[in-house]
């Protein structure tokens, strides 16, 4: 194992758990890789203080159920791609719920509690999120999501290919600190670009009502 692989201590206090979704664009097409969940802590990493993003997979979430405010620990491995992650660790291992918190009695906006399963996220579909509005509002609700996203210039040339990352809200319509922010513009070959208009997100979400 190199020095680049080796694995991590942490632990700390669990302030954000959303889920890990990746992004692949190519013009107007788009698709997801529902990969897991990812959770946002204040601690210490190799003996660091500091604030760091632990990636969990979904059979660990399903079985500890991690929610704000639990003190966990753990092992993991610095990502070997930060283009395509979030996160700054995966393949978590040893994990332990040192302290584990009540229901937290606050009134949403932001929704807190245990995040849902990964294909309750797909079901319902997502909005594209203002970054400032998530970064200030949304970090911490379980419906904010912040995917790493890979975009495909031309598919005729597989390495031509750029990296970014994009916010989402899969949570209500309704929510009163919900912003969209400008529109997505996707670079194609030959200096191409398509914008990803409102009608988009309109499609994803018809299904649900404004409270849903």
Request: with cysteine.
């Amino acid at each position: 194992m190199t020095a680049k692989d080796a694995k991590l201590d942490w632990k700390g206090e669990i302030f954000s758990v959303q889920p890990r979704i990746r992004l692949t664009r190519s013009f107007d097409q788009r698709s997801h890789s529902y990969l897991g969940y990812v959770l946002r802590i204040h601690g210490t990493l190799g003996g660091e203080a500091r604030e760091f993003v632990v990636a969990l997979g979904k059979s660990a979430h399903d079985k500890l159920q991690l929610r704000v405010g639990d003190r966990v620990s753990g092992l993991g491995e610095r990502v070997a791609d930060p283009r395509l992650e979030t996160a700054d660790l995966y393949k978590a291992s040893g994990l332990k719920v040192l302290e584990r918190v009540g229901e937290v009695a606050t009134r949403p906006p932001p929704f807190l509690g245990i995040a849902p399963a990964l294909e309750v996220y797909r079901e319902r579909g997502h909005r594209r999120l203002a970054a400032t509005t998530y970064s200030t509002k949304c970090l911490v609700c379980v419906w904010g999501c912040e995917m790493a996203v890979e975009i495909i210039i031309d598919q005729w040339n597989p390495s031509l290919v750029r990296y970014r990352r994009e916010t989402f809200c899969y949570g209500p319509k309704s929510c009163p600190v919900y912003k969209a922010g400008p529109t997505r513009k996707v670079p194609g070959r030959k200096g191409m670009s398509w914008e990803e208009e409102d009608w988009v997100d309109d499609d994803a979400t018809s299904h649900r009502g404004p409270d849903d």
